[in-house]
């Protein structure tokens, strides 16, 4: 508040104080405005005098008067630097008197165990306390509660925060929060009242909360939450709701602490209802004329129990067939005719289609290293064309199925002042696509066996392919340069080159001290025949030599005797590939199916050799997925040459029959050596379940499987019983820093020269 200059001290009684006081106060507000002679600033230590004369509403020559004085007091308050703030009169001289704020020199965390410091210094940081901030005693009061909240969060409800604030030189502070953590109170007891037609053990069993699990020293399922509470509420309301228990209501829930704060009970009263069942579903307004085609989509039918799941599914199915005739803002509603004295529920699905729209735009956003053209020549549904939610829904799955993107989203949007037009916007977050991965084993012969390989699934944003592979096993080492354009023309026709040196040593129980030396190149057409449909085309171009001469397995012996150490070769390639897997990353349900031939009609080798895959996942649950993968390997010789033994199919070990040493199943020569066959039969299953405590996320799973396959000579026959089989476990986990694949097994077919290799595990670290 502006004041005038004070006078000099006098000795005063009570009544003269009164009286100044009020002459004074009324004075400060009443001063008469003059021309500003000068603005002196007093009392700052490390604000820069710059920051309060920019802050103040007046100039030296500018008629001052109390309107500027009161302004230039806010000004200087809102800044957040000082403590207080007064402005003196000194004949014509405006002189600003200023307290300020401490200044948090640093922060500091005692006895803190479940929190991360460095989290918890961040979220303070934009909540007004951090380093170099000015120190506000109401803020650190709202911190402390704020932390106090968090704690609760986790159980924690005998945890006690003291802040204490140090005071340092020139006007600075540290401020430390001295925490007691205590111990996490659990649930003693969770209790459902009013259950009658399920028990209570079945109903507890949907819940994450839980009063007695063996995990729970892993989940922390015994910590109580208000959010885990609510959303086990849910899962239990729509239990009953889908079970034509439409009346289902949660009444109340009671949850108690323990004096000593460290046991809860949970009491959940609950009111089941009747059960209902469904005796007409009437289709009511305006339906486009198909009726007759929105009847095949709805998911309940009469004579079944009222399921609410399938009323809502029903719905987005009816939204979802507006949105292929360009009805992006179609409303169904669902209303239930309840006979509540014979447990009856008639349904009738309302439609009002609203207004056929078209798309103006497409927007992409989130990209900030991905290329626009990378995304949008993805998409099935163009600009200025009528909405289409079906080929909308088939854009974002293409853009997904890229691998570039964590997440890929699309909204809708009207656009202002039309009535038929809507804006899409594509909203991506980008994921690193490069990525190192490590793939290592581990037996008693052979001991620790690495393959490495760098790959850059989008170089520079442009959507091409770029990997380098190294494998340094024992048996087989190899490098290969592979680069892809996806786009090589505009009609999505891909490119694929290869240059490889590739070096094998079939395993050997008398030592290898020989190898099979194959340099190459190989060019490849994928000409996409529908959404899911790629035919591949190619040519390449190798040459294996046979290097060495001691303890040589006999097949290589004798063909090199025959044929020379040198093979040349040109194979001409055909595929297809169907993929039809929701995720090529994690998938869920779908199927993906292949088909390779390669055919040698020139060199001094002449083979046809064949490999035919096919995947099929099935969903269990949402969490629980199934899997199948099938492989056939067959080879043969062409224009009276026998199928040469360095294109032989070899198995065990990742990616056929696992438990088994790689490349150690099928057949063995006179001198020990694995050499492989002209045909290979793989059967793999697993079944995905989530890791306890992880939820939905579907990046971290635990599975488990079962193989059984081989691979089988010329001469062999193909029986059941030489079929190797086995099962086991395993971990498999899409982190932040790439894929981690770690699985143990134990053959439960096998013979007794088998080579078993239980411990098996691939090992990725993006950049």
Request: charged letters at 25%.
């Amino acid at each position: 508040m502006p004041s005038p200059r004070r006078a000099p001290a006098v000795r005063p009684t009570v009544l003269s104080l009164a009286l100044a006081a009020a002459l004074q106060v009324g004075s400060a507000w009443a001063v008469e405005p003059f021309t500003l002679k000068d603005i002196r600033v007093e009392g700052l230590q490390r604000t820069d005098a710059g920051t309060v004369f920019a802050s103040l509403p007046f100039r030296i020559g500018d008629t001052y008067n109390d309107e500027k004085g009161a302004a230039a007091l806010r000004a200087l308050f809102a800044t957040g630097l000082f403590k207080d703030v007064r402005i003196d009169i000194d004949d014509g001289v405006v002189v600003v008197i200023v307290e300020e704020r401490a200044v948090i020199a640093a922060i500091d965390f005692v006895g803190l165990k479940e929190f991360d410091k460095d989290t918890l210094v961040k979220s303070l940081k934009d909540f007004g306390i951090g380093e170099g901030l000015p120190f506000d005693k109401a803020l650190a009061d709202r911190a402390e509660q704020e932390l106090k909240r968090q704690y609760l969060t986790r159980s924690l409800y005998g945890a006690e925060v003291v802040t204490t604030v140090t005071p340092q030189e020139r006007n600075r502070v540290n401020v430390t929060f001295t925490v007691t953590e205590g111990t996490a109170a659990k649930i003693r007891e969770l209790r459902i009242v009013g259950n009658k037609a399920f028990s209570e053990g079945t109903l507890k069993g949907l819940f994450d909360l839980n009063d007695g699990g063996w995990l729970n020293w892993y989940t922390k399922a015994d910590r109580y939450s208000r959010s885990k509470l609510n959303a086990d509420l849910e899962t239990l309301r729509a239990y009953y709701l889908n079970r034509g228990y439409l009346e289902f209501n949660v009444d109340s829930t009671q949850v108690a602490i323990s004096p000593d704060k460290q046991e809860i009970t949970v009491t959940i009263n609950i009111t089941e209802g009747q059960p209902y069942t469904v005796t007409s579903v009437k289709l009511e307004g305006d339906y486009l004329g198909k009726e007759e085609d929105f009847k095949t989509l709805v998911k309940i039918k009469p004579g079944e129990a009222y399921r609410a799941e399938a009323v809502t599914d029903t719905t987005k199915e009816f939204a979802d067939r507006f949105g292929l005739f360009g009805y992006a803002f179609a409303r169904i509603d669902a209303r239930p005719e309840i006979d509540r004295a014979n447990g009856r529920v008639a349904l009738t699905l309302t439609a009002d289609p609203s207004r056929r729209v078209y798309v103006r735009r497409i927007n992409v956003a989130g990209n900030t290293r991905t290329r626009d053209e990378v995304i949008r020549r993805e998409f099935r549904q163009f600009e200025s064309s009528w909405y289409d939610g079906q080929k909308i829904k088939l854009s974002r799955d293409r853009v997904d199925r890229l691998g570039y993107f964590s997440e890929v989203s699309v909204d809708t949007t009207e656009v202002p002042g039309t009535q038929d037009q809507v804006d899409l916007t594509f909203t991506i977050k980008e994921k690193p696509t490069g990525n190192l991965l490590v793939g290592a084993g581990y037996s008693s012969a052979d001991r620790l066996s690495l393959t490495a390989s760098i790959k850059q699934e989008n170089v520079f944003g442009s959507g091409n392919y770029l990997g380098i592979e190294v494998n340094t096993s024992r048996s087989s080492r190899t490098l290969v340069l592979s680069t892809v354009d996806p786009y090589f023309t505009i009609d999505g026709i891909s490119r694929a080159f290869d240059v490889y040196y590739r070096t094998a040593k079939p395993i050997n129980s008398q030592g290898e001290q020989y190898q099979l030396v194959t340099p190459g190149v190989a060019l490849r057409f994928g000409v996409p025949f529908s959404e899911y449909d790629t035919v591949f085309v190619g040519v390449g171009a190798e040459r294996t030599e046979i290097k060495g001469t001691n303890a040589m397995p006999n097949n290589l012996y004798l063909y090199r005797l025959q044929f020379g150490s040198v093979s040349n070769s040109f194979p001409l390639t055909l595929g297809w590939t169907r993929d039809e897997r929701d995720s090529a990353l994690v998938p869920n349900e779908g199927s993906y199916k292949r088909v390779n031939l390669d055919w040698t009609p020139a060199g001094s080798t002449r083979y046809l050799r064949a490999n035919l895959q096919y995947q099929r996942y099935w969903p269990i649950t949402r969490q629980y997925t199934f899997a199948v993968n099938g492989e056939v390997g067959y080879g043969r010789g062409l224009a009276g040459r026998p199928y040469p033994v360095f294109k032989n199919f070899y198995g065990g070990g990742l990616g056929t029959v696992r438990a088994f040493d790689q490349g150690s199943l099928g057949p063995a020569d006179v001198t020990g050596a694995y050499v492989g066959g002209n045909r290979r039969l793989n059967l793999n299953s697993e079944l995905y379940v989530p890791v306890p405590g992880a939820g939905n996320d579907r990046t971290l799973r635990v599975f488990g499987y079962m193989d059984i396959g081989n691979v089988w000579g010329e001469s062999e026959r193909i029986t059941a019983d030489s079929l190797r089989a086995s099962a086991g476990i395993g971990l498999s986990w899409i982190s932040p820093v790439g894929p981690l694949k770690l699985s143990w097994g134990t053959p439960i077919r096998k013979k007794p020269n088998d080579r078993i290799e239980r411990l098996q595990f691939q090992i990725g670290t993006a950049f």
